[in-house]
T-cell receptor, first 114, second 112 residues
């Protein structure tokens, strides 16, 4: 049973380009969370999705960032017109659903903006 | 005020030492509490859940004090392999959608 799969592991982009980060949850999990970890900081919640629905996007920047979790395929975190401040580790986590649950994290995508 | 606060450390201790980490949370309606471990900015991994009655897993003991909104983690007989960042994690109250809220982490370095 494969764990949470994220790709790419490392992504390099120049300022102004788009970054697309993918997350395939564990088999049987329909809830996905995205977190961002800036250098020397803790994990910050970005968005919580359930199949085809955004449940909570209170941590998403208002501009340039979007997320989706289609009926088929992985969840995608999309960052348009990247800036140097977007450089961070982006972690995806999944769960089967419900509250008070433990999350299983992917290995993360390290985004570097030149 | 941060929703979850931890002393970032670092805590430098010799092998065999006992070390304690503390964490406070601001939302009194928070429902679930965990300690996660993160090595070298890899993915966080669940260490243990935290219950009001306290719980123990080998050398690790977690305590929750709801009245003081305080969580602790005690590590006995520290090993070199315990060196990591320990993250205090809270799931919020009734208005929260169930997302985990992380503290900034406490770094532990166990030395020979």
């Amino acid at each position: 049973n494969a764990g949470v799969m994220q790709n790419p592991r490392h992504l390099v982009r120049r300022r102004g380009q788009e970054a697309r980060l993918r997350c395939s949850p564990m088999k049987g999990h329909s809830h996905v969370y995205w977190y961002r970890q800036l250098p020397e900081e803790g994990l910050k919640f970005m968005v919580y999705l359930q199949k085809e629905n955004i449940i909570d996007e209170s941590g998403m920047p208002k501009e340039r960032f979007s997320a989706e979790f289609p009926k088929e395929g992985p969840s995608i975190l999309r960052i348009q017109q990247v800036v140097r401040g977007d450089s961070a580790a982006y972690f995806c986590a999944s769960s089967p659903g419900g509250r008070n649950e433990k999350l299983f994290f992917g290995s993360g995508t390290q985004l570097s903006v030149l | 005020r941060k929703e979850v606060e931890q002393d970032p450390g670092p805590f430098n201790v010799p092998e065999g030492a006992t070390v304690a980490f503390n964490c406070t949370y601001s939302n009194s309606a928070s429902q679930s509490f965990f300690w996660y471990r993160q090595d070298c900015r890899k993915e966080p991994k669940l260490l243990m859940s935290v219950y009001s009655s306290g719980n123990e897993d080998g050398r690790f003991t977690a305590q929750l004090n709801r009245a003081s909104q305080y969580i602790s983690l005690l590590i006995r007989d520290s090993k070199l392999s315990d060196s990591a960042t320990y993250l205090c994690v809270v799931i919020g109250g009734s208005s929260n959608t169930g997302k985990l809220i992380f503290g900034q982490g406490t770094t532990l370095q166990v030395k020979p």
